[in-house]
Every structure is written in C-alpha cells, then in structure tokens.
Nanobody
Framework: QVHLAESGGGLVQAGGSLRLSCAAS????????TGWYRQAPGKQRELVAV???????NAADSVKGRFRISRDNAKNTVYLTVNKMTPEDAGIYYC??????????WGQGTQVTVSS
C-alpha cells in the first residue's frame, strides 16, 4: 500500500508560479513512475508530467517549457513546478504512482485556482 499526500495548491494570479508536492509513504525507489495529472472542471483527467525511477522526465506538449517535474529522493517527494500560469491551468492536480511491488495509487488531489 502506498499513501500519497499532495500539497502546494492554492490561488495564484495569472503569470504566477506554484510548486506542488507529492510525498510518498514508501521509499521512492520502490516506485516505478510518478505522474502529475490535472483535471479541469468538466474535463477529463489528463497527464501533464511524469518522472521515472531513473529520473527521466517527460511533459505533455501543452505544458512543455512551463511545467517541470522533479524529485527529492531523500524526502520521497516529487514536485511539479508550474510557471507562467494561465486560467487554463486551473483544476485539481493529482499525483499518481506505479509501485514497483505492483499496484497503482492516487493521491487525494490539490486544488489550483488561477485568477485572471
């Protein structure tokens, strides 16, 4: 069982930045991939960035250059830094992991609101 705790959401002005955190209850090296997803009101949840156990990263084309995923191994935490925010970035951001021991887990989500 893996428990994920997201934090860092809130209200930000357009053009501003946020750093979201996803803290895992297990050693981060027991996790194959960690992804950040975004769900805007009335829309499907979409993957915005992912980091593998080796540290390789990838981001959706729509957010490349503005979103950066990173990891602090000592804290078992994955971060999503979001820059130059627009109202279209608003939504609930979820952390998702694929456990190396099997199973996939979601966090509870953190709300991001962007004021124009």
């Amino acid at each position: 069982q893996v428990h994920l705790a997201e934090s860092g959401g809130g209200l930000v002005q357009a053009g501003g930045s946020l750093r979201l955190s996803c803290a895992a209850s297990v050693d981060i090296f027991d996790i194959d991939n960690t992804g950040w997803y975004r769900q805007a009101p009335g829309k499907q949840r979409e993957l915005v960035a992912v980091i593998s156990v080796s540290g390789a990263t990838n981001a959706a084309d729509s957010v490349k250059g503005r979103f950066r995923i990173s990891r602090d191994n000592a804290k078992n935490t994955v971060y999503l830094t979001v820059n130059k925010m627009t109202p279209e970035d608003a939504g609930i951001y979820y952390c998702h992991v694929d456990s190396a021991r099997g199973g996939a887990y979601w966090g509870q989500g953190t709300q991001v609101t962007v004021s124009s």
